[in-house]
């Protein structure tokens, strides 16, 4: 029974333990407040972030870095992207040198424009077969709820990644194999963003066109600074970048895409913020991908329409007039 850990008890670190579990792994999910660790192993479910899903018994829930730690092949690290540094910097002295550490999260570090998978390497030194990235549509409680998915499992070294596949499949989630971290993290970072945009213009009532618009154009942006980093192009026509641009433009139980629905229905940045008790990945990584286009040269005008509600305070009514007057081009 292969042993691994999950660093962030929030809704996805909890629902992919649950996945780890049903596929015969032992896991132990560390959490940062033991008040929630004690009602987790207590209880079998975590009621802050997956009220309503029972955890399986291959599941313990701990506040101790070490503890998550000991003897763990794969340590799986989910906190909002902003918060991996720091929090990763206290965890790293308990992992082992040999254990792979994997990225289940979807966002760019503000200021460095760093995927995390590139902070994990910063931060821990550890090289690229030791470092890998799950991506694709997986809404948090859909998985959960063991419907069936699939997703993306991506590292340098494909020995490593069949190794990581192999561990997470159940019969409910069927993880495929990826070579392209890079286009794998992009993918998740930028559909976040673009499903901000379909929330907004689902908030202001409009319809398919707008949103399929919004959607193909938005991966078009996507692939564009995917070639300009490198990624291979065939990455953004699978699960991570149409998959999940898909499922979480779709999707009410999107975060981004409810955060963006409120802005669209009139709320400001602060109300739809408040409205949130979970995280909204784009809401900060869309300042972070448009800085990343801007360094690499690729226009981005969904991105920057996007950053400008958030940041700027323009209306979103104003960025779909903006987005419709640009220049036109070909496809
Ligand atoms: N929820 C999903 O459906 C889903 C699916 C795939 C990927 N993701 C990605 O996973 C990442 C995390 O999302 P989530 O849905 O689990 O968010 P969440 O808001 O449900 O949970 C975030 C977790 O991070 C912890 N945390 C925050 N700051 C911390 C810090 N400084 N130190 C330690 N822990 C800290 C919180 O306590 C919480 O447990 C995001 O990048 C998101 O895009 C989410
Ligand atoms: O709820 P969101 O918007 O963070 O999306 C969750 C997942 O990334 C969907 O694959």
């Given at each position: 029974m292969a042993?691994?850990?999950?660093?962030?008890?929030?809704?996805?670190?909890?629902?992919?333990?649950?996945?780890?579990?049903?596929?015969?792994?032992?896991?132990?999910?560390?959490g940062r407040r033991p008040e929630l660790v004690r009602a987790i192993n207590t209880t079998r479910t975590n009621p802050d972030y997956l009220p309503g899903s029972v955890l399986p018994h291959a599941v313990t829930a701990t506040a101790d870095p070490a503890e998550a730690a000991d003897g763990a092949e794969v340590a799986f690290l989910c906190v909002s992207a902003q918060q991996l540094r720091g929090a990763l910097g206290t965890w790293a002295p308990a992992i082992r040198d040999d254990t792979v550490l994997v990225s289940l999260m979807k966002g760019v570090e503000l200021g460095t424009g760093l995927l995390m998978s590139q902070v994990i390497a910063e931060v821990t030194g550890a090289g690229p077969e030791r470092i890998g990235v799950v991506s694709g549509p997986n809404l948090a409680r859909e998985i959960a709820a063991r419907q069936p998915a699939a997703s993306v499992v991506a590292c340098r070294d494909l020995t490593?990644?069949?190794?990581?596949?192999?561990?997470?499949?159940?019969?409910?989630?069927r993880p495929y194999t990826n070579a392209?971290?890079?286009?794998?993290?992009?993918?998740?970072?930028?559909?976040?963003?673009?499903?901000?945009?379909?929330?907004?213009?689902?908030?202001?009532?409009?319809?398919?066109?707008?949103?399929?618009?919004?959607?193909?154009?938005?991966?078009?942006?996507?692939?564009?600074?995917?070639?300009?980093?490198?990624?291979?192009?065939?990455?953004?026509?699978?699960?991570?970048?149409?998959?999940?641009?898909?499922?979480?433009?779709?999707?009410?139980?999107?975060?981004?895409?409810?955060?963006?629905?409120?802005?669209?229905?009139?709320?400001?940045?602060?109300?739809?913020?408040?409205?949130?008790?979970?995280?909204?990945?784009?809401?900060?990584?869309?300042?972070?991908?448009?800085?990343?286009?801007?360094?690499?040269?690729?226009?981005?005008?969904?991105?920057?329409?996007?950053?400008?509600?958030?940041?700027?305070?323009?209306?979103?009514?104003?960025?779909?007039?903006?987005?419709?007057?640009?220049?036109?081009?070909?496809?």
């Open positions: 042993r691994v850990a999950v660093y962030g008890a929030g809704s996805w670190g909890t629902a992919t333990a649950v996945v780890l579990a049903d596929a015969g792994c032992r896991v132990a999910l560390w490593v990644a069949a190794r990581l596949q192999e561990i997470l499949r159940t019969p409910c989630f392209d971290v890079i286009g794998c993290e992009l993918g998740g970072a930028v559909k976040n963003v673009i499903a901000l945009a379909v929330g907004m213009a689902d908030g202001m009532g409009l319809g398919d066109n707008t949103k399929a618009t919004l959607m193909t154009r938005g991966l078009a942006e996507t692939s564009r600074l995917g070639a300009a980093m490198g990624a291979d192009p065939r990455t953004f026509a699978g699960l991570a970048g149409m998959g999940d641009l898909i499922a979480t433009c779709a999707s009410p139980l999107s975060r981004n895409h409810t955060f963006g629905a409120n802005l669209g229905r009139g709320m400001s940045v602060a109300e739809a913020a408040a409205a949130m008790t979970q995280t909204a990945e784009g809401v900060t990584s869309c300042a972070s991908v448009l800085d990343l286009a801007k360094r690499h040269g690729v226009e981005m005008p969904i991105a920057e329409a996007v950053v400008g509600v958030i940041r700027a305070g323009v209306r979103p009514r104003t960025a779909v007039k903006e987005l419709m007057g640009r220049a036109a081009g070909s496809e």
